[in-house]
């Protein structure tokens, strides 16, 4: 089970660091995404890590603002959101694809959190 946290409100133009973390996260899994649901919207991508190949990926609305790293040691994956604007806000879910052997990464987003509530006022 995924848990996100550092979901909050803010005003325009300011900063949020957002965690995913479970116990084994790294060492299980291949990637972990963040997605965002907004009301009345579907679920979008935000960005994702590939963790075997450090290589992050991001959408087009947040590049340049969002940055998306780990913390191996504490089995963490952080969202970085710079430069919030009000369209930023949404439930921000993180997700995992399970590691399997010989390079093997699931393509299917397997695990999920409950998500964490970010709102950008202006």
């Known amino acids: 089970q995924l848990v996100e946290s550092g979901g909050a409100s803010v005003q325009t133009g300011g900063s949020l660091r957002l965690s995913c973390a479970a116990p084994?996260?790294?060492?299980?899994?291949?990637?972990v995404g963040w997605f965002v649901r907004a009301p009345g919207h579907e679920r979008e991508f935000v960005a994702a890590?590939?963790?075997?190949?450090?290589?992050?990926y991001y959408a087009d609305s947040v590049k340049g603002r969002f940055t998306i790293s780990r913390d191996n040691a504490l089995n963490t994956v952080y969202l970085q959101m710079n430069s919030l604007k009000p369209e930023d806000t949404a439930t921000y879910y993180c997700?995992?694809?399970?590691?399997?052997?010989?390079?093997?990464?699931?393509?299917?987003?397997?695990?999920w959190g409950q998500g964490t509530q970010v709102t950008v006022s202006s």
């Open positions: 084994g996260l790294i060492f299980n899994s291949c990637a």
């Open positions: 997700a995992a694809k399970t590691k399997g052997g010989k390079g093997w990464c699931s393509d299917n987003w397997d695990s």
């Open positions: 890590v590939r963790l075997d190949a450090s290589k992050t």
